[in-house]
């Protein structure tokens, strides 16, 4: 019998289900919430951008931020995902994963995974469907959850 993990997530929510067999129905195991993602970029940064002073003539220039706010905060994320999710592969509660999540979500989320978990995913959507339930989400999968390379 496989052990699968369905991972549904958007920026700030990633909902954990599992499903014992490849025609069942999920089960959510667990949430992982990350509520900074929620918060507005205008009060995420407390003041401007700072500048500096030319060394060579008059005048100065704006400083670049090396990263925006909300891109830092779902890397936040996105590490926790695969914190939790390298959790559950070392204590084997997972054979087979499923991921589903917006497109650059997605993408973010498979840099960040190490190569044993990546080689367990059987199945990825780009989608964001983390609101709806979970028979819902289970409408979006394949009748028979098991076959890799769907």
Do not use: W
């Not at 549904?8 to 069942?24: I, K, L």
């Not at 044993?116 to 028979?144: C, M």
């Amino acid at each position: 019998m496989p052990n699968i993990f369905v991972i549904v997530a958007d920026n700030t929510c990633a909902r954990v289900f599992y499903s014992s067999s490849s025609q069942g129905p999920l089960e959510e195991k667990t949430v992982l919430v990350h509520p900074e993602n929620r918060i507005s970029v205008k009060n995420m940064v407390s003041d401007r951008q700072g500048y500096s002073f030319s060394s060579h003539g008059y005048g100065r220039k704006a400083l670049s931020k090396r990263e925006e706010p909300k891109e830092h905060e779902i890397k936040q994320f996105v590490k926790e995902i695969s914190e939790y999710l390298k959790n559950s592969e070392a204590n084997n509660e997972f054979d087979q994963l499923i991921i589903i999540a917006a497109p650059k979500l997605l993408g973010t989320l498979k840099k960040q995974l190490n190569n044993r978990i990546r080689k367990l995913i059987i199945y990825e959507l780009k989608k964001n469907i983390s609101k709806l339930s979970a028979a819902e989400i289970r409408e979006y999968l394949p009748k028979y959850l098991n076959q890799p390379n769907l």
